[in-house]
């Protein structure tokens, strides 16, 4: 069925939004082009999303890895998922780990789960439950329901021992992150 009543309203409303989302990918890609790292994630997800932009895995990758090289914690992670799955980089598990662990250091919760089932499965790191635990731990302390439920999987696997080491790493980490 058709639309039977025009409403100019309607027409309005969206060529203002295509005019904001034009003026938005132009002012980001000006700062993203003069090195701002958030600039360049917030391009890469643009790229990602196809939002403002044609989707092209590739050139979120490049948005991603400029902003990820500067310290940008959120473009390690989408850097790390990239990896992860193959999109616009060919599928690297040991690249994947080397850029969750950098955005994991810096305290994301979601990075620090991506490594901490990377260490569960094996998958780009050797295969290790106390650093699995302890990164879902830490994951899981910052409010992540699945790092909850991730480290709760791993502890019906492991001895109390092991338990209580993986605590010991994970109070050791938030020491040291606190130091800094």
Request: glycine share 6%; with cysteine.
């Amino acid at each position: 069925m058709f639309i039977k009543t025009f409403h100019p309203y309607s027409i309005i409303v969206s060529v203002t939004a295509l005019v904001l989302t034009s003026c938005r990918t132009d002012d980001t890609r000006t700062l993203a082009e003069a090195g701002d790292p958030a600039a360049q994630y917030e391009l890469g997800v643009m790229y990602q999303n196809g939002e403002g932009v044609p989707q092209n895995y590739s050139k979120a990758v490049k948005w991603f890895r400029m902003a990820a090289e500067q310290g940008d914690s959120n473009a390690q992670y989408s850097l790390g998922l990239k990896y992860s799955v193959g999109h616009g980089v060919p599928q690297n598990y040991p690249e994947a780990a080397k850029w969750h662990r950098k955005s994991a250091e810096q305290g994301c919760s979601a990075a620090q789960l991506s490594l901490a089932r990377m260490y569960d499965r094996g998958n780009g790191v050797r295969q290790n439950e106390l650093l699995a635990y302890m990164w879902s731990n830490l994951a899981a302390n910052r409010g992540l329901e699945k790092a909850e439920a991730h480290r709760d999987v791993l502890r019906q696997k492991m001895t109390k021992e092991q338990i209580a080491e993986a605590e010991r790493l994970s109070k050791e980490w938030l020491k040291r992150r606190a130091k800094k």
